[in-house]
């Protein structure tokens, strides 16, 4: 079974191809983690098309499930956690998302020569990320009225037996040595998660922790310590992110309004228990929740951007950078699409080339800016990417002053070669019938140029 692309430059929509990858992924991973390794996406754009989305969905639940449904305890009723404290606990969810991955591919990618693998950074977050799909969606067991607990530990077992699939294959080992190399890699995540897990709960305790709504206060001091609370975890969130103050600011806000809206449900929901109805101020509270968290994923999206507050470039003005033919090959079809969603937009244009003897190319460029603050993450970590075997090879090289990943399948010929100019725009190159030379020229031949005279177009 073949699964689409879920980088920017598929032809097919982002949700489309993001649920047949999910749907694969759970499904039939045997058959996905080949198609997954062959894949040229990078760390930013695997976090753009992918763990964000999920990342967001089963934070959103989670919050859903312990502060609107509650958690039914025998013989105690139903408890919910306060919006406030839930509220924290979605953004520090995802912060632990988006970081955790990071470190489970950095375990990944560390404990690959124990196992006789090879070291690739950059396979070892794509096998974090994917492996994490079943347990990301298992969280909408969290909404179901019973045995919720059983199903969640049931999917994260099926997470690691993924992942177990995976790492032979995406991390060029050997398959005697899976269930070694899994298993160390659970422990080793285990033990980090702890001390990522210390440091989470640390900042929730600075911002005010989970008893501080016990404390009797007035609707002003509530009012006031609210806000303080969601300036200083929209900060946290921004600097790990790399954001700017617009982009904190913007979190703290949001992250106030959901908290002020869960407030007034509290209220609404008060008054329901006491009179029969709610109160006639308190009736748009619901809708009112709805339109707070939507900002609050907004908010999310944009801080993703980091100190890049940066419109995408339109996509027409990088379909206009595709040349008429490129090395030797006439293109036989030029397109570009503008993709908008969680509070982040993103453009590409796609260009396909076709030579006399039957070889083929096919150009990308796409304006990531969107997730230009996780490109910067990711690019802040040490890794390095040079492995060989008879069928091909796969290595980091500097052409024209920029950092390439070059990969290269000698039995099909197949080629692929990616590199990032300033930071923003995701320049690919896909090969087939061609040796690694012809993609080589081809992205000499290009004027990268025109990309790093757009470095800051489209402030915002």
Same mark, same amino acid.
């Given at each position: ?26 499904? #039939?991973?045997? #058959? ?60 520090? #969810? ?112 600075? #911002? ?253």
């Amino acid at each position: 079974m073949n699964s689409p692309s879920i980088t920017p430059s598929h032809s097919d929509s982002g949700t489309s191809a993001l649920i047949g990858r999910v749907k694969n992924m759970v499904l #039939t991973p045997k #058959t996905e983690w080949p198609i997954v390794e062959r894949e040229p996406t990078s760390i930013g754009q695997l976090y753009f098309s992918y763990v964000v989305p999920l990342a967001l969905l089963a934070a959103v639940l989670a919050f859903i499930h312990v502060t609107l449904i509650g958690v039914h305890v025998p013989f105690g009723g139903t408890i919910r956690q306060p919006v406030i404290t839930g509220l924290m606990s979605l953004v520090m #969810t995802l912060v632990g998302a988006f970081i955790g991955l990071l470190i489970v591919g950095l375990v990944i990618n560390v404990l690959a020569p124990t196992f006789g693998a090879v070291r690739d950074l950059r396979q070892a977050v794509k096998t974090a990320a994917y492996a994490a799909t079943p347990a990301w969606v298992g969280s909408l067991f969290g909404l179901l009225p019973a045995f919720s607990t059983l199903l969640q530990l049931a999917a994260d077992c099926y997470a690691v037996y993924v992942l177990y699939l995976g790492l032979p294959i995406m991390m060029h080992g050997k398959q005697e040595k899976a269930a070694g190399y899994t298993a160390t890699v659970v422990i080793c995540t285990i033990v980090l998660g702890f001390v990522l897990g210390a440091v989470i709960g640390g900042v929730g305790i600075a #911002t005010g922790g989970a008893l501080a709504h016990l404390m009797p206060t007035s609707e002003a001091t509530k009012a006031a310590e609210r806000e303080q609370a969601a300036a200083t975890v929209g900060n946290v969130l921004g600097n790990m992110l790399g954001t700017d103050d617009k982009g904190k600011q913007d979190l703290g806000n949001a992250l106030s309004k959901v908290a002020a809206a869960g407030d007034a449900m509290e209220k609404s929901t008060h008054a329901e228990a006491g009179t029969g109805k709610p109160a006639t101020n308190d009736a748009a509270a619901p809708q009112d929740a709805g339109q707070a968290v939507g900002g609050l994923v907004a908010a999310l999206g944009g801080a993703l951007g980091g100190s890049h507050r940066v419109a995408p470039v339109d996509f027409q003005t990088l379909k206009g950078m595709l040349p008429a033919s490129l090395a030797g090959m006439d293109r036989t079809h030029a397109a570009g699409e503008a993709k908008q969603g969680l509070g982040m937009q993103a453009t590409n244009a796609r260009g396909t080339y076709q030579g006399s003897d039957g070889s083929s190319l096919e150009l990308t460029i796409a304006d990531a800016s969107a997730v230009s603050g996780l490109m910067e993450m990711a690019e802040a970590l040490p890794q390095t990417t040079n492995s060989e075997s008879d069928s091909g090879y796969e290595k980091d090289v500097m052409l024209g002053g920029h950092k390439v990943h070059e990969k290269y399948d000698t039995h099909s010929r197949h080629a692929e070669l990616q590199t990032i100019v300033a930071k923003r725009f995701a320049v690919e190159l896909t090969g087939n019938g061609v040796d690694m030379a012809t993609l080589e020229s081809a992205l000499g031949s290009l004027d990268l140029g025109q990309l790093e005279a757009l470095k800051d177009a489209n402030p915002k």
